[in-house]
Every structure is written in C-alpha cells, then in structure tokens.
C-alpha cells in the first residue's frame, strides 16, 4: 500500500501524516522543505496547465506507483487515521471514493460555473457531452478527494478512460468520473463519510490558491 499526493504550482502544502507502516509518497514541483513523513519525487512537467500536471498522477497511479492498493488524498487532506485503517472499506469493492452529497454531475457542473473553477464553455460542452453518452440526472456523484483502490486490470482501464476524458473535456473529476466508469466491471463503492470539514477519519484544509 502507498499513500499518495501530488501538489503542482503552490496550489497546497504537504501535512504532517499519521506514522504507518506503509510509505507515503508526493509529486511535487516546488517543496523544498522535507516534512515526515512524505518521500519527494517530482511531478510532471509535460503540461503547461499545472492542474494536469498533478492530475496525472492522481488519475494514473499504476504509471508511478509500484504497488497493489493505492490510497490518494488531495492536498488539502490531513488523515487523522493511519492508511490501513482504511483498508477494509476495500473488502467489496476494487475502489471506494468519498460520498459528494444527495446532487449528480449537472449540479456540480452549475457549481464549477458559479466558482469560476473552469470556463463555461468547457463546462457546458461537457454537460451536453455528458448527457450525449447517457449519463441521467439525478445519478449521483463521487467526490475523489480520497480514492482507495486496487491495482488491477479492471482499475487499469478505468483509470484510462478517466484520463482520456479529462483530456478530451473538462478537466473536473466529477463531471468525468461517471463518463469512465460507464458500462466498465469495476466494483465501486464509497466511504462511511461525506465530506465533512473535521470527520472521524480525516480534517480537509482550503486550498491555497
């Protein structure tokens, strides 16, 4: 098991983590200070959005993690339980994320517009996309600010597909995220909590940018 973050263009800084006997791993672009118990190795730089250039690491883990179970967290997550505490929401399941509420992609669509976090146009391109390739409204969502998965032939496509639909659109996990997992036999489930500021299990800081 590694636990993992990538952190491109001063967007987060690392945190102190739970002691665990598996390591934790960031990309990084620009930390120069070591804080336990992260290992630093270097994000991509092949793309002239930063966005992307820590998303690939967070879509694409089989590419630079060597390891059968994987758990992501954004930067701005602090664990407040050790990584293989969460394991066995694993048992049924080849990836688990974070519940995202009672609203679907369309809703988060209209929040991204409302928080200026991309460009309508690519916003509403990819609704329309969306509602194209058959994704209801009112499906639900996921939130992947948490994703524990396996690595496995069936995690493998879906991470591919994922990333082949943040490149072709809106690069939002949330509004792509359904679009990957469409018709593919990947077990997917979701963690006894939502995403609440200080829960149980973890405490989520603001961005920095």
């Given at each position: 098991m590694?636990?993992y973050?990538?952190i491109?263009g ?6 102190v ?5 598996y390591?934790?791993?960031?990309f ?7 804080i336990e118990?992260?290992e630093?190795r270097?994000?991509?730089?092949i793309f002239?959005s930063?966005?992307r ?5 967070k879509i694409l883990p089989?590419?630079?993690?060597d390891t059968k179970v994987?758990?992501w ?5 602090q ?5 293989e505490d969460f394991l066995?929401f694993l048992?049924?399941?080849?990836i688990v994320?974070?519940k995202?509420g009672p609203?679907?992609i ?10 200026k976090?991309?460009?309508d146009?690519?916003?509403?391109e990819?609704?329309?996309y969306s509602?194209k390739?058959?994704?209801p ?8 600010r948490?994703t ?8 493998k496509?879906f991470s ?5 639909e943040?490149?072709r ?10 679009l990957a997992?469409k018709d593919?036999p990947v077990r ?9 500021r200080d829960s149980?299990?973890?405490?989520i ?5």
């Open positions: 590694i636990t973050t990538s491109v001063g967007k987060d800084t690392l945190r983590q739970p002691e665990s006997k390591p934790y791993v960031a990084v672009d620009g930390i120069d200070q070591y118990p992260w630093l270097k994000a991509s730089s002239v930063p966005r250039n820590a998303k690939i690491h089989h590419l630079f993690l994987s758990l967290i954004d930067g701005s997550v664990l407040k339980k050790p990584p066995p048992k049924n399941y080849d994320f974070m995202s609203g679907c369309y809703d988060e669509a209209e929040n991204i517009k409302k928080s976090y991309e460009d146009e690519i916003v509403d990819q609704v329309r509602l390739r058959g994704i409204k009112h499906y639900g969502t996921y939130s992947p948490i524990l998965m396996r690595h496995n032939a069936k995690t496509e591919e597909r994922w990333w082949a943040i490149c659109g809106s690069s939002r996990d949330m509004l792509t995220l359904k997992a593919l997917i489930g979701t963690f006894d909590f939502n995403e609440d149980e299990f973890i405490r800081y603001d961005h920095l940018k």
